[in-house]
């Protein structure tokens, strides 16, 4: 009967949308023997950051190397039952699976990447020919505040209300056809962090989200958010709050919600999400396609739940968590502040702050590293 003589390390899908991750520290070295549940790197995408954990006792070495990004469900490295088989098979499984890893993303320091996520700068937009440190981030946010442009001719209407949509990715266009739908309000414009967006989208100019910060024809516009990354829509909401901007609900008519339910600001309730008797929606959360929220629960500022997502009653959401496509929560369940449940994710128990879980039943696998993610 033959042995296995290694297990692959995959890396994990730490949110709803992103395909890949940053490896941004080892904590092992290669040929180091480690034990199962030992952390053995740290991960970050748009959304998230976690330590990834060891599956398997064995000696590792790493496919990926630091501050390199590798595709969801592609292998970080591999676990190898002795030292015999690390000396025999690592080179050959490293010529291998290299080639499956992606490094499209500038380079960058996490630090460097950290302060990136706080300031909502897009890291990708900072064109270096080196490693970007933390100096490049703040400087490339001082020159793009520095360099806004004056507000082309906006069109309103005379009787619906104006509106605009903060974000113009595909995200912030489902938002869009949403409003369209419910002929309540006008797009009067997209607006985004991003310089290289501002132009015109689907006929309708793209403008810089300084111009909120600024005495223009555009104060007391009505705001919808149109990102999904919980910290960018953190941002938003504190924003909008400080300029006293009004922050809409979109919702699609095809959604149902009882009327005892009590929603905040800033929310996007997609087609097809149920949601039941005296249940609190708090503020700039995302309600996906086909989510069911029964009665009595409680949904925490800036949480994204997938489509699919399924809760009993009396479940209490912390603020910024993400349920992943197709998870469930059991009755009577609290899941912390700032965590991701996995796609497909049964959690029968409760769980805590920064927490990562996935599987059937849930188990922690991770936790986050920056809560503002």
Not at 52 to 68: I, L, N, Q
Not at 93 to 117: D, H, I, W
Not at 229 to 245: F, V
Not at 307 to 327: D, M, Q, R
Request: net charge negative; aromatic share 6%; charged share 25%.
């Amino acid at each position: 009967m033959s042995v296995e003589k290694f297990k692959l390390a995959i890396t994990p899908q730490l949110g709803v949308n992103d395909q890949s991750a940053v490896v941004i520290v080892w904590y092992i070295k290669d040929g180091q023997e480690v034990k199962r549940g030992q952390p053995i790197c740290g991960l970050e995408t748009s959304k998230a950051a976690m330590d990834v954990e060891a599956e398997f006792d064995g000696v590792f070495k790493s496919f990926v190397s630091s501050m390199e990004s590798v595709d969801i469900n592609q292998p970080l490295g591999a676990f190898f039952i002795d030292k015999l088989s690390y000396e025999e098979l690592a080179d050959d499984l490293v010529k291998k699976f290299q080639k499956k890893t992606t490094n499209e993303g500038p380079q960058a320091t996490a630090k460097a990447a950290r302060l990136a996520q706080e300031l909502g700068v897009d890291i990708s937009i900072i064109k270096l020919s080196g490693i970007i440190r933390e100096k490049d981030v703040r400087d490339f946010l001082q020159l793009s505040r520095a360099s806004a442009e004056d507000i082309p001719p906006l069109t309103f209407h005379p009787t619906l209300k104006n509106v605009a949509i903060y974000g113009s990715g595909r995200g912030a266009y489902t938002v869009f056809e949403n409003i369209k739908i419910g002929n309540e309000y006008h797009v009067v414009c997209y607006l985004d962090d991003d310089d290289s967006q501002v132009g015109e989208k689907d006929g309708i100019p793209v403008l810089h989200s300084r111009v909120l910060g600024s005495e223009t024809k555009l104060r007391g516009i009505r705001i919808a958010i149109g990102v999904s990354d919980a910290g960018a829509r953190r941002r938003i909401h504190t924003r909008c709050k400080e300029l006293e901007l009004e922050l809409i609900n979109v919702i699609h008519p095809n959604a149902w919600i009882s009327p005892s339910v009590k929603i905040g600001c800033g929310n996007h309730i997609k087609a097809g999400a149920l949601i039941d008797t005296r249940t609190v929606i708090c503020d700039a959360c995302i309600i996906d396609n086909n989510s069911t929220i029964p009665h009595d629960n409680f949904i925490g500022s800036y949480s994204h739940l997938a489509p699919n997502a399924t809760l009993g009653s009396n479940v209490l959401i912390g603020e910024g968590t993400i349920l992943g496509i197709g998870a469930s929560v059991a009755t009577g369940i609290k899941i912390g502040a700032n965590c991701i449940i996995g796609v497909g994710s049964a959690v029968t128990k409760d769980v805590e702050n920064y927490s990562i879980v996935e599987g059937v039943p849930a188990r922690v696998v991770g936790r986050r590293l920056n809560a503002s993610h």
